[in-house]
């Protein structure tokens, strides 16, 4: 079991990041390393696949949603499963979030391999980095 708890600052207003957190299909144009979401109709909106520019689909499911305010997503493929929680706040200066992401991983030589390279923490840092940028100006 890996756990990372990062707390970062995203400079844009409370309601305009839980959008980008939470609307779905839309992930595919900010975020680099998501090629598509495909919905399921089998859950009530609540699961969906990921599929990534590289590496396997992730099937998330959206255990927890306090809209402006908390999103619990538990995700799964065969490298294994985890749950990433974000738990955000107005501030000034634009929106505070809290994400803390953890990931069990079945697999022996995977567990190695993810954490030689980093695996959770990169991942995470990623993520949040693309989200930002989302917010950035262009000039």
């Known amino acids: 079991r890996q756990q ?6 995203v400079k844009a ?3 305009e990041v839980w959008e980008a957190l939470t609307n ?3 992930q595919a144009y900010w975020r680099e390393d998501l090629k598509s979401v495909q919905m399921l109709d089998d859950d009530h909106g609540l699961r969906w696949v990921e599929h990534p520019e590289k590496g396997q689909p992730l099937t998330v499911r959206k255990l927890k949603e306090k ?11 065969d490298a294994g499963k985890g749950t990433r929680n974000a738990r955000l706040s107005g501030v000034p200066g634009g929106t505070r979030i809290t994400f803390t992401e953890v990931l069990d991983t079945n697999a022996p ?3 190695i ?3 030689m390279k980093g695996g959770l923490d990169k991942k ?3 993520f949040i980095q693309q989200l930002k940028q989302k917010f950035v100006p262009v000039a």
């Open 4 to 9: 990372v708890t990062r707390v970062e600052l």
């Open 13 to 15: 207003p409370l309601a």
């Open 24 to 26: 779905l299909p839309a």
């Open 67 to 77: 809209p402006n305010q908390e999103l619990l997503l538990e995700m799964v493929n």
């Open 109 to 111: 030589l995977k567990r």
């Open 113 to 115: 391999r993810a954490r």
């Open 124 to 126: 995470l840092d990623y």
